[in-house]
């Protein structure tokens, strides 16, 4: 048997799972871009998380035209117990994400495929391969005997389809990151935390599933899956393509809005610090200094009306800062700039906010004035 569980020379079962709420608008695109593979034994798991428009009935007209895809419903309850819902029904030895409002390239699932079994060889051929590169004769971690995902990169558009910013850079030539170093890169904002961007073994996944009622879900389970797996192997490729659209669940539609997010992550981040930090203590000084930076974000992003006694994950995210301003103001993981604003919105919350909004007012004027 060779990596993926498939018989040497046959193409292993890819699952695809696409959860799908209220995305009528956009979700054609995205299954015309997975149907439209050069990897076909896919496995399409569309799951209708409740949707209240025509997404439901889109899957089903899907389904009727191509017999790879398999259309499950569910009550709404978020992408995380969608995502869960597909992973126990799938079938494929390689499970793959995909946003019901993202594209993908048409080899992704070709490339990261034959990239997997590639490496799945090496490693088996080897008996024992460290995960750093070959120069590196000290490393002492081996990158077998435990399961790896694969990864490729991702661009990131607008809904004009501009090119905006890569939030990740594939690398040169083909890379093995050992699992502790993989953890370190999301808590350092330098690795991928998109799990539609792999593909992962399905034993992994159904004995790690996502957290439910949550946003942040992806970054969560790759944190939890520091001591299960080998690590990462990360592609010089592009195969996914994120579209950043107004009002998803994970962006706002304007800066009056607030999301779920803001709060989720540092949720996420205190579970970092109280679950996987006291396993991997060599993760310490990252996980404080991500706690540290995704309280910034929450504080410049929760509305001024709400920062108060009576909400209370106010008030813990304003301890945490008092908390630890020593080590705040050590780290050498925190830039100037994001330090300085920590150091304010520790000392005066509500006043520093104000300010910043006024500034940022002033900001935006002045460029509309300009255009």
Known sequence: MTAGGSSAGQEPLVSVIVPVFNAEKFLSKTLSSIRGQTYRNLEIILVDDGSRDRSLAICREAAQEDDRIKVLTKENGGAGSARNMGILAAQGALIGFADSDDLLYPDMYETLVAGYLQAGEELAKAGRTDAAPAADTGAKDAFSGKPFLIQTGREEIDEEGKRLPDAVIPPASV????????????????????????????????ENLFEEKTLG????????????????????????????????ATRRGSAAQFSKAYVDIVRQADKVEEEIVPEHPELSDAAKAFALIERLDYLLHVPVRDMN??????TEVCGYLRRNLRVMCASPLIGAKKKLYLLLLTAAPVTVRKVHLLLRGRKMAKEKMTR
Do not use: W
Not at 182 to 203: E, I, N, W
Not at 222 to 247: E, F, K, W
């Open 175 to 206: 890379t093995r990151i050992r699992a502790s170093d993989f953890a370190r890169s999301l808590l350092l904002y330098t690795g991928d935390s998109s799990m539609c961007t792999k593909l992962t073994p399905a034993g992994l996944l159904r």
């Open 217 to 248: 879900e992806d970054f969560g389970l790759l944190m939890r899956l520091c001591g299960r797996i080998a690590g990462v192997v990360n592609l010089p490729s592009t195969g996914y393509r994120v579209v950043h659209r107004a009002g998803s």
């Open 309 to 314: 006694r009576q909400n209370l994950f106010y």
